[in-house]
């Protein structure tokens, strides 16, 4: 999803990542008791809006990981989703409805009651088509979705038909069909409430949101320069450390150089960063694989590729990590269709993946080789992956004997709605990504080889995959994931995009801060668990 | 200098920013890409919202129309708003201070320094002191912005400590750096140009007169050489000045200061129209007026430039 948006800024020391969830509030009493107090900064970009709802990029999800508190969180070994707002999420026997209770005396910032009814308006006024907000598309599963959408002409309802609020502590959501990963959507900021304040004057409130989370705004969010935060006092969940937490806004290397000038307690490593960070600051760099699969899309509408064993000699033919090592340090190589951190990730699951010169040759042969010029398309302005497309390029020559050629396309094409991915005329492979919304291996099947997947811009048509994914979709959440690998298992062996790597969360930080913990299974930084060092006698260790 | 004068002058500034607007929206908007499409990255957002911010922002119409709807905006204050939503308008009030500073700064750097480095090398012309200058003058010119920013944030900011790197969050000492990245060069120039203004005017009857009266060299330098120097010293000035207005947008960048040249730069990159059509309108307009007062000044310090 946001896929190509973070993909775009490889090679700066910013990631953009994705998704959603919150911290602290699930279980609570688990966390080694540390000292509170202290403030610490941490590198940010600059977020579209601080409107949950009406967000849909890394900057923002990372401020809303301490401003809300999410219905469910991920638990850090399965990436299952596990209760945090919600006190029990239950699903019925048919599937379609589930019931989510909420913990109660949860109070928003300014002290307004967190209800069922704060969940049903927000859910309703999202997704109501008019208002336009960028995650509307998330409640498409809920019924009466259409009502609020029509395809011409003004809604004549504003309700979603699909919610029902039984008491101030549960409400109900009823699907269209059944969905066995709704749970793990409602991890997602899309699903956050919102106070009454918001509807009284929603650009106010952009300004300087109210949220239910352990940190409230301190002040009002300061365009490119920084969002201040402070403890919320009145939390109810697990509070945070530090009394106030500066979220930095930096464009490009800025970040990196403050941090070296010892102005920025914590910042992001991308790979033009990481060899001098592994270097220099080895002691508190931490490498995490995180949520965003990097790939290399094939054309199925080209007849050059429409035979797997091509597909898979091209996989084979590349050494990933010789080309990780020399340039794209911040990935590792990839080895099933999602990255590590999503529940139902397989290590090793992917056969032709692992680099091996002669199968590839075999291959090639058996598929009566390949004709012509292999175009392989990329987009410019970024040298970083211009020299590993040389790379990858160089290797199917040496090892395939193709004839290459390299393409880079402007970036505003690249990713336009009427440019040559949408509009299906890409020349041959191109580097695509794409960052999940939350860690369930079927966000990274549907939307991507379903039939009707959002970003299926392969072409590719499986029945059996379809209908394998149909029926895990009907299954409960633990039966499903199952049924979901063997769909993965399905493409591992046709092959329809070349995985490449996965996107490494990365973070260095000084000696002024400690205990650093990434959201399980969502690439962001657990905000509320970072301590200050020395901070009104805080212990420096970690918990 | 007549009333007429200055009224034609300032009726000319109609057509200017008439024309300047067109193009660049024509540069924006007929660019291909879909900046809406791009809000969720390669997820597509679902037809309702797509539709709706399209409509908006009236992108669905022909070119022209979209162009009338914005100076119908403009003529009432409007500057628009930028695709995330927020107001062209608000977005400038809050960066113009910013690159107001940076301006200040980099321009007092100019002046200060190319006017001293002209006046020494012109009165130490030929000897190692003029020498010096010359090298160090055709340096500046020379290096580049980004590696002249990068070398001081390197050296005074990482290094030394002495001076913050990035950002505005310690007044005056932000500035410090970045004026002097986008000030040294411009006072190369300005120093190289004005030596050799001072020189021609030192030759000059006049100023050979007054020496043999025997007024102190300082006097001379001073008063007669220095102001009769001025005029072109002064036109390079007002360029510099609303060349600098505009936003400096490498210095912004690598000192992530959030000014106009920032915001144009990602307004460039997002596709954000409104944005860039505003800053666009906003630095033509400085530049329009930046040259205005130039004329009006030369016209006081020399009266011989007439303007009718």
Redesign the interface.
């Known amino acids: ?6 993909v775009l800024v490889i090679g700066l020391a910013v990631t953009f990542v994705a998704a959603a969830c919150s911290s602290n509030s699930s279980g609570g009493g688990s966390e080694a008791p540390g000292q509170q107090g202290g403030t610490y900064s941490f590198y940010n970009g ?1 977020p ?2 601080l409107i949950p709802q009406n967000d ?2 890394s900057a923002g999800t990372q401020a809303f990981q301490a401003l809300w508190t999410r219905l469910v969180d991920f638990d850090p070994t399965t990436y299952k989703p596990v209760p945090a707002q919600a006190d029990s999420i239950t699903q019925s026997s048919d599937g379609l409805t589930y019931d989510i209770k909420i913990k109660s005396g949860w109070t928003f910032h300014n002290g307004e009651p967190v209800t069922a009814q704060s969940y049903v308006d927000a859910w309703n006024y999202a997704a109501y ?9 998330f409640f ?1 599963k809920i019924e009466g979705y259409d009502a ?4 011409s002409g003004t809604p004549k309802t504003k309700e979603l038909s699909g919610l029902k609020v039984v008491s101030d502590t549960e409400f109900t959501v009823k699907l269209s069909n059944p969905f066995s990963q709704f749970e793990y959507t409602l991890g997602f900021d899309a699903f956050d409430p919102l106070p009454k304040a918001f509807y009284q004057d929603p ?1 106010a409130f ?1 300004e300087q949101p109210i949220g239910d989370g352990p940190y409230m705004m301190d002040g009002k969010w300061q ?4 969002i201040n935060l402070q403890r919320y006092p009145d939390y109810a969940g697990t509070p945070g450390f530090a009394d106030k937490i500066e979220l ?1 806004i ?6 990196w ?2 941090f ?4 920025l307690d914590i910042t992001l490593v991308g790979s033009d960063h990481l060899n001098e960070a592994r270097k220099s600051y080895s002691d508190t760099l931490s490498e995490e694989p995180g949520a965003t699969l990097l790939y290399l899309n094939i054309p199925l509408y080209d007849p050059q590729y429409q035979n797997k064993e091509v597909r898979q000699a091209l996989s084979l033919a590349i050494d990933r990590q010789a080309v990780m090592n020399a340039i794209l340090v911040a990935e590792t190589p990839a080895d099933d269709f999602m990255p590590p951190p999503v529940t139902g990730y397989r290590q090793g699951a992917c056969q032709y993946c692992q680099f091996n010169a002669d199968l590839a040759k075999q291959k090639l042969a058996d598929a009566g080789g390949f004709n012509g010029t292999l175009t392989l398309n990329f987009y410019a302005d970024d040298t970083t992956l211009e020299q590993a497309m040389e790379a990858v390029a160089q290797q199917w020559h040496d090892n395939l004997g193709i004839t290459t050629k390299l393409n880079a396309i ?4 690249y ?5 040559p ?1 949408y509009t299906k005329k890409m020349t041959g492979p191109w580097w ?4 999940e919304d939350y860690p369930s291996i079927q966000d990274f099947l549907e ?1 991507i080889y379903g039939a009707n997947g ?2 299926n811009t392969s072409g590719y048509l499986n029945k059996q995959f379809d209908s394998t994914l149909d029926t895990a979709n009907q299954q409960s959440l633990d039966e499903s994931i199952p049924t979901y690998q063997q769909a993965d298992d399905m493409i591992l062996e046709d092959m329809p995009a070349i995985p490449w790597g996965y996107l490494g969360f990365n973070t260095v930080h000084d000696d002024n801060v400690t205990n650093l913990v990434k959201v399980p299974g969502l690439d962001e930084l657990d905000l509320a668990k970072v301590q200050v060092v020395g901070a009104s006698g805080a212990s420096a260790s970690a918990s | 200098m007549s009333k007429r004068y200055l009224i034609r002058r300032l009726l000319l500034v109609v057509p200017v920013l008439l024309g300047t607007i067109l193009i660049v929206f024509a540069l924006v908007f007929l660019t291909p890409g879909d900046p809406v499409a791009r809000l969720a990255g390669n997820k597509p957002l679902a037809p309702s919202t797509y539709n709706e911010i399209r409509t908006q922002y009236h992108l669905g119409q022909p070119f022209v129309v979209q162009y009338l709807y914005y100076l119908d905006g403009l003529v009432h204050g409007d500057l628009g708003a930028t695709f995330t939503g927020r107001d062209v308008s608000s977005i400038i009030s809050e960066r113009f201070p910013v690159t107001l500073k940076l301006t200040l700064g980099a321009f007092a750097i100019e002046v200060v320094f190319g006017l001293l480095l002209a006046v020494v090398a012109a009165v130490k012309r030929r000897t190692f002191l003029d020498s010096a200058i010359l090298v160090f003058t055709l340096f500046m010119i020379t290096v580049p912005i980004l590696v002249l920013g990068f070398v001081l944030q390197y050296v005074f900011g990482v290094k030394l400590h002495w001076l913050p790197v990035a950002g505005i969050r310690d007044g005056a000492a932000s500035y410090v750096l970045p004026s002097l990245t986008l000030g040294l060069g411009l006072a190369a120039s300005l120093g190289r140009l004005a030596r050799s203004n001072v020189l021609d005017n030192m030759q000059g009857e006049h100023i050979r007169a007054a020496i043999a009266r025997g007024l102190p060299r300082r006097r001379v330098v001073g008063r007669h050489v220095l102001k009769n120097s001025l005029v072109p010293i002064v036109t390079i000035l007002g360029l510099d000045f609303a060349y600098l207005m505009g936003g400096a947008v490498i210095t912004e960048t690598i000192f992530n200061l959030p000014g106009l040249g920032n915001a144009l730069i990602t307004g460039i990159k997002t596709q954000n129209g409104p944005m860039v059509v505003g800053l666009v309108t906003l630095s033509a307009i400085i530049f329009v007026f930046t040259n205005l007062f130039v004329d009006l000044l030369c016209a006081r310090i020399d009266p011989r430039i007439s303007y009718e």
């Open positions: 999803m946001r896929g190509s948006l973070r600059e579209n809006h849909y990029e088509g008019p208002n336009a907000y960028i995650l509307n598309f498409d609020l959408n029509p395809s650009k952009d365009h490119d320069q920084t930095r930096y464009q490009g290397d800025a970040a150089l403050d070296q000038a010892g102005n402007p970036q505003n094409t990713f336009s709605g009427s440019g991915i695509d990504g794409w960052t939307p959002g970003y």
